[in-house]
Nanobody, 123 residues
Framework: QVQLVQSGGGLVQPGGSLTLSCVASGRTFNNMYGMAWFRQAPGTGREFLAVTTWATGLRTYADSVTGRFTISADSAKNTVYLHMNFVKPEDTAVYYC???????????????WGQGTQVTVSS
């Protein structure tokens, strides 16, 4: 099993910045290759945002966040981050980190999920 524990989130003003963290642990943690961030707004499906890997540092982003959000992974801390800059009201959602044995943009590919954290962008 892999456990993912998220922190960060909260209320931020439009144009501001916020960083989310996701600490990974567990017996099969080392088999997890892709670490991703998704979000889900009320009444919508889970939206892919970004994915990276522990081994290569490869990063792939959704068009909606390219140039504004950055995903990073610190293998020494077993932690993946989502650095959010120039946030917009439409970024308001519950944000989830996820782990999979492959790299994918599809939420169905991910076996393990964090508990979710609310991000609200409002003045």
């Amino acid at each position: 099993q892999v456990q993912l524990v998220q922190s960060g989130g909260g209320l931020v003003q439009p144009g501001g910045s916020l960083t989310l963290s996701c600490v990974a642990s567990g017996r099969t943690f080392n088999n997890m290759y892709g670490m991703a961030w998704f979000r889900q707004a009320p009444g919508t499906g889970r939206e892919f945002l970004a994915v990276t890997t522990w081994a290569t540092g490869l990063r792939t982003y959704a068009d909606s966040v390219t140039g504004r959000f950055t995903i990073s992974a610190d293998s020494a801390k077993n932690t993946v981050y989502l650095h959010m800059n120039f946030v917009k009201p439409e970024d308001t959602a519950v944000y989830y980190c996820a782990a999979a044995s492959i790299i994918s943009r599809e939420s169905t590919s991910y076996n393990y999920w964090g508990q979710g954290t609310q991000v609200t962008v409002s003045s």
